[in-house]
């Protein structure tokens, strides 16, 4: 049967409703919320409907299972706190326009919290061995509320892990989310790599107290720690980094936050990725060592969460050969091979079996907004070059 490009296009679109922002085509759907259940409900009817068994794991990864032996395709249904349409879903949904047009048997998986209100790619870090089911759930959101709690909320729906070996590969598709593509008027992009990261939560505590009457030489202020770390880490790095380095402090606590209180303690996140796993290392050396002179200098107490990481990965050469196959009927002079810089739960399927990944464009760059969008003949050419790369990796009679 051949790929239906209407029906895709309509489906990408009903699970945009679940969690829709009312902002351009902006979704909220952070892992284990009611719109992200609500939207997985929906998936697995979808995957019944396709001739596929729908099977939540304990940790609501959302897989439709093809009898036998099977290629595996999806990518992941939850999203940011502020989040686009496509990220993730555009791999779930080209997925299952796949399993139901195929003549070769495809399987069909979302997993879960890929975004991280837990953690990093947590459903995907699970299934494949790479996060202790027990160490995970004692991780907390930025609430306070521990994974256990969260993934409890999908109890009724859930069975036991699938056996990853039923599996002979994993292909997904995804937006780029940078701006190469859209820049060079190019319609693919075949991954080659996808970056390392690691991301850890760090506190400073200092004193809480009045923000007329304390001196400033007697004030031990939170915020003012933090942006003296800030500082200091930035010109720190310069010596380590390359142009493809990226770090991020993108979530702050600042206690009790008022504009009267002088701060008394800070917790964040601190987030860095790169290709090469030795600066990985470096740069952490570097944070660990630039928080303890400044909580020393500062007479700041000084602790840290969990860490948590990724190695970086390369894709498989086969199933990477028959997406640039694909491309090339596809998209002939409009494709490149290119890395990843944002993570894929493709990193940690990569520890079960041969994964291989897809990108189509994202208007401007952006993504990780409400504003994130891609042509929708963008989107249509990634699901004609999944279907030839299907295709190409059928086995011969
Ligand atoms: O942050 C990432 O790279 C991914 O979108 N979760
Ligand atoms: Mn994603
Ligand atoms: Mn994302």
């Not at 829709?20 to 919320?33: E, L, M, T, W």
């Not at 009898?67 to 949904?93: T, Y």
């Not at 994974?147 to 002979?168: I, N, S, Y």
């Not at 031990?220 to 990226?246: E, G, H, K, W």
């Amino acid at each position: 049967m051949a790929i239906n490009e209407n029906r895709f296009v309509a489906d990408l679109h009903k699970l945009r409703e679940f969690g829709a922002s009312g902002v351009g085509k902006g979704v909220i759907r952070p892992a284990y919320s009611e719109a992200d259940i609500a939207a997985r409900t929906w998936l697995a009817n979808r995957m019944a409907d396709a001739g596929l068994t729908p099977h939540f794991d304990p940790v609501g990864n959302l897989f439709g299972l093809a009898d036998g032996p099977s290629l595996l395709m999806g990518s992941h249904s939850d999203s940011q706190p502020e989040g686009g349409w496509l990220d993730g879903a555009l791999g779930v949904i080209a997925a299952l326009e796949i399993a139901r047009s195929s003549d070769q048997p495809v399987s069909v998986v979302s997993f879960q919290d890929e975004e991280g209100r837990f953690g990093v790619t947590t459903g995907s870090a699970i299934w494949s061995g790479g996060l202790p089911l027990d160490q995970a759930d004692e991780l907390t959101d930025h609430t306070g509320i521990p994974f256990a709690t969260a993934r409890g909320a999908m109890g009724d729906l859930t069975e036991g892990f699938v056996d990853p070996t039923r599996f002979t590969g994993f292909i997904e598709m995804h937006i780029e989310q940078g701006p190469t593509l859209d820049t060079q008027k190019e319609q693919i992009g075949v991954v080659t790599d996808i970056v390392g990261i690691r991301d850890m939560v760090v506190q400073f505590e200092g004193q809480q107290n009045h923000a007329g009457t304390t001196p400033m030489h007697l004030r031990r202020d939170a915020f003012q720690a933090l942006s003296a770390f800030n500082t200091r880490l930035n010109d720190r790095f310069r010596n380590v980094v390359t142009p493809q380095t990226v770090w991020t402090i993108g979530h702050v606590d600042l206690h009790p936050n008022a504009s009267s209180i002088v701060p008394g303690r800070v917790r964040f996140s601190v987030q860095w990725r790169d290709g090469d796993a030795d600066r990985l290392a470096r740069m952490e050396e570097i944070i660990r060592v630039t928080a303890a002179e400044i909580a020393a200098e500062m007479g700041m107490g000084l602790s840290y969460g969990p860490m948590l990481g990724l190695e970086p990965v390369a894709m498989d050469p086969s199933l990477r050969a028959a997406l640039e196959h694909g491309a090339e009927q596809v998209a002939s002079g409009k494709w490149r091979r290119m890395p990843s810089g944002a993570l894929h739960d493709a990193t940690n399927v990569s520890r079960l079996m041969p994964v291989a990944m897809l990108f189509v464009p994202s208007i401007n760059g952006i993504s990780h907004d409400f504003a994130e969008d891609t042509a929708e003949s963008d989107l249509i050419a990634g699901l004609h070059v999944l279907d030839h790369a299907v295709q190409r990796l059928q086995p011969k009679p």
